[in-house]
């Protein structure tokens, strides 16, 4: 996200480079911009001083599974959208696994988590199953909120998943909301929000900053800097380099760390989550991760090369948690019959999806009103 | 009965739904220390404490989506917007969250979130202060409307509102606040039902439907038409946009047999065009003439008091209309 070599606004044949007239033309345009677009994955900044403690390796393993089971529902997902079993927008989290499950593991039972609509991994990661997330994906009446949601609208407060959303930015005063809820009733409950980088140059977004920041609101605003807004890089868009310096205009406490190191995740998360409960306010993480598929089903990716997305496959939440097992000694073999058993999982969870019966047509006028 | 101003039928039940359910909390601008901007919540910081009447910034999305937040693990948020014009700088958590949250979860969450504040014109605030958004709130599902135009209903609508598990738009008018009525002594347990008219004169010729400050136009005009004229009118205070009690509106045209809808948000696909509409469609057998809706002229409405009083569905316009209506 370091902008630094290129200007953006690039001339191409006379034209300005961000409104291309073809799609010959676009792809020059794309291939010029490319080279601007960092795709170091580790960062520097608060997360140097961050303490990383290595966390135990039967736990490394439950995030393993966790974040295997998003990778393999995400993909089952996009191969259900091309046979055409899935309409709408569906946006994919295929990179972003870290995050969600590093943090979920991060946090108790009892605090809650709003997240933007790419927020399968966050369903997942805070207990959904994946039989019933894919049959509302799929509309279908065993999904959980049978049909109406879809894609965009993962929700399961039981496990205190709060509600993604279609609408950029908007979870996260819902976020604050919730850490309201918990402020004015004297819990020590925390709210966590995931939201893109796209989201940051939102209204709404630094008006939740503002105020849970001046009333010291339990909450743990969370990033993940894929670095695009949709098909737009953010530097594009960005009047700043680091976006992390929003908030700190706001007093907020920041960090920016590897949003693919399950650790470096947990570890930044369960920080800011004793600073929320000890009354000491709001934290915003910045996660630098990468959005290995396209923006939603469908994308045709021509923002970007194809070497960027094999570059970021070497350093991708999955294979950063594999290498960690094996230099914990777990054999290559136990990792196999993890991979054996949740692509079971995922298969199965898929079969009940399109066994579910299509929801009546009466279920259309329930749940307008209570 | 005792009379208060329609302010301090409001502030009671505030008051008197705080004491009854600690979930119950107040958030907006300059609501706590200040007491609100029309006074509305005078008393209440000292009473309850900061934690349950906030000042917020100048925040109407972030402050709204709060309230969402807050609302689907049990609160009962109830949020002030200062002008109800505010409700379009709000649009997103209003419209796209706290209307369709109950249905886009499959009824998982309940948002039961009060939205009140004052609207309408004649007080000479201009285009962006003076609007009346009872239409746009009806327009959406998933959210209840009320209106209520007396201390009376304005004290057991809101009382009701809190209590209710789905999002209300409690509308108030600026014109009514210090309007005098009856109302039930305080601590008493007033709840008027959402969804339910009332006859507020009874007459014999034209119905006339209405609801908020154009009620007392209504009344007015009726008196007028009655002494001047010798015609009846019936007026029948909706007191709910949303939904709309067309029984008794009915009951009232079956008497009559002519119905003329008055509300002062925008005439066009206004509250009145629906009732009308919906008058055609379910009980056109009633209507010995056509139905008609009176509501704000489709300009933004000027700050002139002479210009503003143009645009403004009252009273004259109420008696011209009916004057046509019983030509026919």
Known sequence: MKPVENEPNVEISGKSAAAPNSEAEAETVESAVSASISTEVLPSDSATELDVPALPTEMLLEMYRKALAIRLMERALLAAAEEGQIGGAMHTAIGHEANAVGAANALRKGDYVTCTYRGHHHGLAWGMDPGRAIAEVMGRSDGFAKGKGGSMHFVSPENGMMGANGIVAAQVPHAAGLALASHLRGEDTVAITFFGDGALFQGVMHETFNMAAKWKLPLIFYCENNRYSEMTPIWRTSSIEDIFLFPRAYGMETMQIDGNDVEVVHAAVSKAAERARCGAGPTFIEGITYRLAGHMAGDLETYRPAEEVEKQEAYEPLTVLRQKLTARGVDEASIAVIDEEVDEMIEDAVDFAEESPWPDAAETYRDVYV | ?328
């Open chain 2, 1 to 328: 009965m005792r009379r208060t101003t329609y302010i301090q039928a409001i502030n009671e039940a505030l008051r008197e739904e705080m004491a009854r359910d600690e979930n119950v909390f107040l958030i907006g601008e300059d609501i706590g220390h200040y007491g609100g901007l029309f006074r509305v919540t005078r008393n209440l910081l000292d009473e309850f404490g900061e934690k349950r009447v906030l000042d917020t910034p100048i925040s109407e999305q972030a402050f709204m989506g709060m309230a969402l937040g807050a609302a689907t693990v049990g609160m009962r948020p109830v949020v002030e917007l200062m002008y109800m014009d505010f409700t379009l700088v709000a649009a997103d958590q209003i419209f796209n969250q706290i209307a369709k949250y109950h249905y886009m979860t499959g009824g998982l969450l309940k948002i039961p979130v009060v939205i009140r504040g004052q609207q309408g014109g004649g007080k000479h605030y201009g285009s962006q202060h003076s609007q009346s958004v009872d239409s746009l709130y009806a327009h959406f599902p998933g959210i209840r409307v009320v209106a209520p135009a007396t201390p009376y209903d304005a004290k057991g609508l809101l009382k009701t509102a809190i209590r209710d598990d789905n999002p209300v738009a409690f509308l108030e008018h600026k014109m009514l606040y210090f309007t005098r009525g009856e109302a039930p002594p305080p601590d008493e347990e007033h709840l008027v039902p959402i969804g339910k008219a009332d006859v507020k004169r009874a007459g014999s010729d034209v119905t006339i439907a209405t609801f908020s400050y154009c009620l007392y136009q209504a009344l007015e005009a009726a008196e007028t038409l009655e002494e001047q004229h010798g015609i009846s009118c019936e007026v029948v205070d909706l007191r709910t946009v949303e939904p709309l009690d067309t029984e008794t509106v009915w009951e009232s045209v079956a008497k009559t047999g002519r119905l003329l809808a008055v509300h002062e948000s925008y005439a066009n696909c206004g509250v009145g065009a629906e009732l009308v509409a919906r008058a055609y469609e379910e009980a056109p057998y009633l209507l010995r003439a056509p139905a008609r809706r009176l509501g704000m002229a489709p300009v933004s409405i000027p700050v002139s008091r002479v210009l503003e009083a143009e645009v403004l569905p009252w009273k004259e316009e109420i008696v011209a209309t009916v004057l046509e209506m019983e030509r026919r």
